[in-house]
């Protein structure tokens, strides 16, 4: 059902959601446009690790290279150590470990997300502690109820577009293509102090565990041990299949100190033909259009590159004929994924994995 408005919309635009892809977005689009902001954490001060989205924080090549073009330089307060440029790939069913050049920046991702939020011009206004509780597609545009995480107070929202910037759980995604359903996974992290000296990256298979990946960060003083996790296991909970991995590993020698912090979040595993844009009132970026690597679920060039996808057809078509222009400029993200979708049956078929690791191919010698 539609709804008329009795007056013009507040705004032109409202994102929803200041991470990589929403911020980004603020960053890009025209002054001339009326722009509100909002995501459920701190915008306006350092976001804190707990506050924080579950996440490994490494920045891919892919990112870099996009944020190269968008001419932006990454703070050196925002890297931590170690930074290392191997990645080591572990199949806890198979004895034969590799190691492969890859050149990651290990950040600090609360920093990270603070300095993109930091990006965002005066021009656009901030509300930080809020969440979409519902919307409604309206004759002028998208009427919002918004909830404050903190009062529990609700206020309605009215603008002539709104753009999901809210990731995997995204409840515009959700509403608005409830028969587009993703593999889904949760994330489950677990930070321990470092006490046996890890300073490499691994990447960890294991068929018993998840059909996804796991994976050891070293962070300064921490270690991040975490694993994406299928849902569709009715045997085994992700948790019970988190502590079977950490089990494993320490029968390899692992040692994990004592725990600092657990956390966890819904990611998805696009399908290809499941990604979408949106519609002419309601754009999707990031995550929450299903643009995520579905071979490592790395989202940071994806978030990126969705937003300047849009910036650039809203800044060249205007906001009521933006849609089509947006879809155009995703194609070739869309291409990409399909390329990782490819490339994650090689990956995940343990026969040519293990015939990876056996023979060298691509690894460090």
Known sequence: ???????EPEYDIVIVGAGPA??????????????????KKPIEKEISMQEMKCC????????????????????????????????KVMDLGYPVERSYQKHYFNMDRAK?????IGQIPDHVEKRERRYVKEFHRCQDGVELIVKNRQTGQEERITTHMAVAADGANSIFRKKLYPRMAWPGYVALQEWYENDGGIDYY?????????????WLIPKGNALILGSALNLDDEN???????RMLKSKL??????????????????IRPINNHLTTGNRKIALIGEAGGFISPSSAEGFSYAFRTARALAEAINEKGIDQFATSYARNCQNIKLNVLARNI???GMYQPLSRRLALKTGFGAVR
């Open 343 to 345: 490339k994650a049956i």
């Open 56 to 87: 490994g924080g490494l920045l891919s090549e892919s990112a870099q290279k996009v944020m190269a073009e968008m001419g932006l330089n990454l703070p050196t307060d925002i890297l931590i150590a170690p930074q290392t440029f191997a990645l």
């Open 1 to 7: 059902m539609q709804v008329k408005y009795k007056k």
């Open 22 to 39: 929403g911020a980004t977005l603020a960053r890009l689009l025209s002054p001339v446009y009326r722009i509100l902001i909002l995501d």
């Open 202 to 214: 691994a990447a960890i298979t294991d068929e018993s565990i998840t059909d996804f990946y796991s």
């Open 250 to 267: 320490e029968e390899r020698g692992l040692i994990f100190g004592k725990k600092i912090l657990r956390e966890g979040c819904e990611i």
């Open 112 to 116: 990270f997300e603070s300095w993109l």
């Open 236 to 242: 085994l909970s992700p948790s019970e299949r988190f």
